[in-house]
């Protein structure tokens, strides 16, 4: 997995920092997580063809995570995009999108399909061969959820020296990465571990936007390989954090330290959180809970 981020910003974009959306590239796929405004002009700076994209993930209704999502769809149009588009978010998305659509972008190249997500319960919202995602239900000021992306390979991978080796016919590749051996026209037995190398271990990324300080997310995301958890305010604002929906750096380090993640990014920050003084204080605060863990830039890049 590669994880892109595209916004680090909360409410307020900076200069430095636009509103919440980031790229997971899962085995070449490119899945994007919110889409705030300016998404598109922070995909083309990090090199992410916006024509690649199939699948969009909406954690909440508020602006900042989903007001350049039109935009984006507008731009697919433009450059002709037939296939089509899936979106996850709460139900009222749609509801609020479709006006917009249907004035603006009327002649839209490509279908969008809304798949509805109840942010209250956790479940499975998406699903194929080698990836499922599942969402985690939040505690904000509004109806929202996180999302648990679960990557595993099924497949062993051909030796390239082995395929020309034993001459593998085509028709026995699909076998023997499957993990069953071929047994070739004359009797002669190709063994899969002899030829191949085995699937690449699971990963794990949890994507945990707007919420409140919620110990109960522990279990879900127990042993993730990257956690990507809001960091709103530092300790100090704590009461505020927890009036608004949000958390501090130190609670987004607890719940990486109880649930024994093994990496963690901070992002969404206030923008009172501007100096590279104040950044360095709110790392050093999660950095005392739980020391793996870095802070959320934009265009910075997570490879695990």
Known sequence: MR???????????????????????????????????GTQIRLKMADVHPMRIQHIFISHLHGD???????????????????????????DLE?????????????????????????????????????????????????????????????????????????????????LKSGADYVCADGRVIPFREVTTPPRPPKRYAYVSDTAYKPSLIESLQGVDLLYHEA???????????????????????????????RLVLGHFSSRISTADQQQSLLDEAREVFPDTSLAHDLSVFEF
Request: net charge positive.
């Open 232 to 262: 709103t305010y530092n300790t100090a604002l704590e009461d505020k954090a927890r009036q608004r929906g949000h958390s501090s750096a130190r609670q987004a380090a607890l719940i990486a330290r109880d649930a024994k993640v093994k």
């Open 3 to 37: 994880l892109t981020i595209l916004g680090s910003a909360s409410a307020k974009p900076t200069i430095q920092r636009f509103n919440a959306a980031q790229v997971l590239d899962v085995n070449g796929r490119p899945f994007l997580i919110d889409c705030g405004e």
């Open 65 to 91: 995570h989903m007001f350049g999502l039109v935009p984006f769809l507008s731009t697919l149009s433009l450059h002709n995009l037939l296939s089509p588009i899936h979106i996850y978010a709460h139900p």
């Open 95 to 175: 509801k609020l999108a479709r006006p917009w659509l249907d004035y603006f972008c009327r002649d839209l190249t490509f279908p969008i399909h809304f798949h509805p997500v109840n942010p209250r319960a956790c479940q499975v919202i998406y699903q194929d061969k080698s990836l499922t995602v599942t969402s985690l239900p939040l505690k904000h000021t509004v109806p929202t959820c996180g999302f648990l992306f679960s990557s595993e390979d099924p497949y062993y991978h051909l030796i390239p020296h082995c395929v020309e080796d034993y001459r593998i016919p085509i028709a026995a590749m699909n076998v």
